[in-house]
């Protein structure tokens, strides 16, 4: 059974920084596409950062690029989202989400398994 665990959201002030962590279990890091999502109150959800099954190739959400970084340890079989230069719109819920066999894994459509959240609250 597949399952995902965040961890890592907290509370910081603009300007912060947080280390998001994602477990995972019932499968391999290295077999499955992953992402980072998030979604605020009153807002559709959208995707922050993705990470190709081999571990090569990145993609980050306009709004994050330069600030986020998202990585993965095989050792541990996690998902980590390094986030710095917290702004108050990047307040959200966190979603890690892991997926086998689209072609655009970059779609919230491709991905089969996602995790509860973790929150994350930047204040000004």
């Known amino acids: 059974q597949v399952q995902l665990v965040e961890s890592g959201g907290g509370s910081v002030q603009t300007g912060g920084s947080l280390s998001l962590s994602c477990a995972g279990s019932?499968?391999?890091?290295?077999?499955?596409?992953m992402a980072w999502y998030r979604q605020a109150p009153g807002k559709e959800r959208e995707g922050v950062a993705w990470?190709?099954?081999?571990?090569?190739?990145?993609y980050y959400a306009d709004s994050v690029k330069g600030r986020f970084t998202i990585s993965r340890d095989k050792a541990k079989n996690t998902l980590s989202l390094q986030m710095n230069s917290l702004k108050p719109e990047d307040t959200a819920m966190y979603y890690c989400?892991?997926?086998?066999?689209?072609?655009?894994?970059?779609?919230?459509?491709?991905?089969?398994?996602w995790g509860q959240g973790t929150q994350v609250t930047v204040s000004s």
């Open positions: 989400a892991a997926g086998r066999g689209a072609i655009n894994w970059l779609q919230s459509q491709s991905y089969n398994y």
């Open positions: 019932g499968f391999t890091v290295s077999s499955v596409y």
């Open positions: 990470i190709n099954a081999a571990g090569v190739i990145t």
